[in-house]
């Protein structure tokens, strides 16, 4: 396929406003081409460290707070030391933010154990990795939020809560990444993954929703997923807006067949509906009226001043 020369360019100008962007990491904002971490980092080596996506809506940080409440929850419960305060990280993220230009977009804000030894005792890691990235980000296309996205159940159960706190966002993915996988080898974007007791828990980076009858439930905390700060916005947020109120509570495969709706929060993602799972339609196969109004006032919340607490 031969590529207009407008859309060359337009091309070349997204690259090299990408290859401009700066990295903070360790102290310092580093131009993306010289940004590197040590092969050593046990960030690297083992996963062992812990993460946060936030979006950024018109120069301000969608919930910048509660996402570094839950960056230093997860730091402590793996027991990693940033050595910065809350109010520093959140002062770097800022600065990382304005020193890339960023009206909208995304941060990826990462805290690894550091450079150590090939063993795996953290505490053989002196110095934490500190790095913040403030770049784009699409991760849906936007007619799948106008006629809704078809996902599938992943083969692959959620790892089970007594062995991995579902509240640490760590670095190692791989099991998450795995279901995506399902997805992606059936040409799709997202799967619900089920905990090993057969409940619906999440999808491999959204959160479900659930409508019935008009009633909006999502599955509750025992179920073993990470509570999304846009899922717990959509509940005491967005849904109070809309004049409605959602449910937590275990739901069962037979709910999301029998479902009028279904729809996927996360920070990337935003609202988005489902409209197939597997071969199954979802209510009518469309974006039912809820979520259609659930995005919609999403949108509208995030474009007319995104809260930042």
Same mark, same amino acid.
């Given at each position: 396929?031969?590529? @207009?020369?407008?859309?060359? %360019?337009?091309?070349?100008? !997204?690259?090299?406003?990408? #290859?401009?962007?700066?990295?903070?990491?360790?102290?310092?904002?580093?131009?993306?081409?010289?940004?590197?971490?040590?092969?050593?980092?046990?960030?690297?080596?083992?996963? =062992?460290?812990?993460?946060?996506?936030?979006?950024?809506?018109?120069?301000?940080?969608?919930?910048?707070? !509660?996402?570094?409440?839950?960056?230093?929850?997860? %730091?402590?419960?793996?027991?990693?030391?940033?050595?910065?305060?809350?109010?520093?990280?959140?002062?770097?993220?800022?600065?990382? /933010?304005? *020193?890339?230009?960023?009206? #909208?977009?995304?941060?990826?804000?990462?805290?690894?154990?550091?450079?150590?030894?090939?063993?795996?005792?953290?505490? !053989?890691? &002196? /110095?934490?990795?500190?790095?913040?990235?403030?770049?784009?980000?699409?991760?849906?296309?936007?007619?799948?939020?106008?006629?809704?996205?078809?996902?599938?159940?992943?083969?692959?159960?959620?790892? &089970?809560?007594?062995?991995?706190?579902? @509240?640490?966002?760590?670095?190692?993915?791989?099991?998450?990444?795995?279901?995506?996988?399902? *997805?992606?080898?059936?040409?799709?974007?997202?799967?619900?993954?089920?905990?090993?007791?057969?409940?619906?828990?999440?999808?491999?980076?959204?959160?479900?929703?659930? $409508?019935? =009858?008009?009633?909006? @439930?999502?599955?509750?905390?025992?179920?073993?997923?990470?509570?999304?700060?846009?899922?717990?916005? $959509?509940? =005491?947020?967005?849904?109070?807006?809309?004049?409605?109120?959602?449910?937590?509570?275990?739901?069962?495969?037979?709910?999301?067949?029998?479902?009028?709706?279904?729809?996927?929060?996360?920070?990337?993602?935003?609202?988005?509906?489902?409209?197939?799972?597997? =071969?199954?339609?979802?209510?009518?196969?469309?974006?039912?009226?809820?979520?259609?109004?659930?995005?919609?006032?999403?949108?509208?919340?995030? *474009?007319?001043? *995104?809260?930042?607490?």
């Amino acid at each position: 396929m031969v590529q @207009s020369s407008a859309a060359a %360019a337009s091309s070349s100008n !997204s690259a090299s406003t990408t #290859d401009q962007r700066l990295i903070w990491i360790n102290g310092n904002l580093i131009p993306r081409s010289e940004a590197k971490v040590s092969v050593f980092d046990h960030g690297f080596l083992y996963g =062992d460290g812990v993460f946060e996506g936030i979006r950024i809506y018109n120069q301000r940080i969608f919930k910048l707070r !509660s996402h570094l409440v839950r960056l230093m929850e997860s %730091a402590e419960r793996i027991h990693l030391d940033p050595k910065l305060t809350i109010d520093e990280i959140e002062d770097l993220t800022r600065k990382t /933010v304005a *020193a890339n230009n960023l009206q #909208d977009g995304y941060i990826r804000l990462i805290l690894s154990r550091g450079e150590g030894t090939l063993g795996l005792n953290p505490f !053989s890691c &002196p /110095v934490p990795g500190v790095i913040c990235i403030a770049d784009s980000i699409r991760l849906y296309p936007e007619e799948m939020y106008r006629d809704g996205m078809k996902v599938i159940i992943a083969e692959r159960p959620r790892i &089970p809560v007594e062995c991995l706190d579902p @509240s640490v966002k760590s670095l190692n993915y791989l099991n998450n990444i795995l279901a995506k996988c399902e *997805a992606i080898r059936q040409g799709l974007y997202e799967a619900i993954m089920l905990n090993t007791k057969g409940e619906v828990a999440e999808g491999t980076g959204d959160n479900i929703f659930v $409508v019935k =009858d008009g009633v909006i @439930s999502t599955p509750a905390p025992d179920a073993g997923f990470l509570l999304g700060i846009t899922r717990q916005f $959509v509940i =005491d947020t967005v849904a109070p807006a809309c004049q409605r109120s959602v449910l937590e509570r275990t739901l069962h495969l037979e709910d999301l067949y029998d479902a009028d709706e279904i729809f996927l929060t996360g920070t990337a993602a935003e609202v988005i509906g489902a409209s197939k799972i597997g =071969d199954r339609i979802i209510g009518n196969g469309k974006v039912g009226p809820v979520t259609q109004e659930f995005t919609k006032t999403f949108r509208e919340m995030v *474009a007319q001043g *995104a809260p930042e607490d």
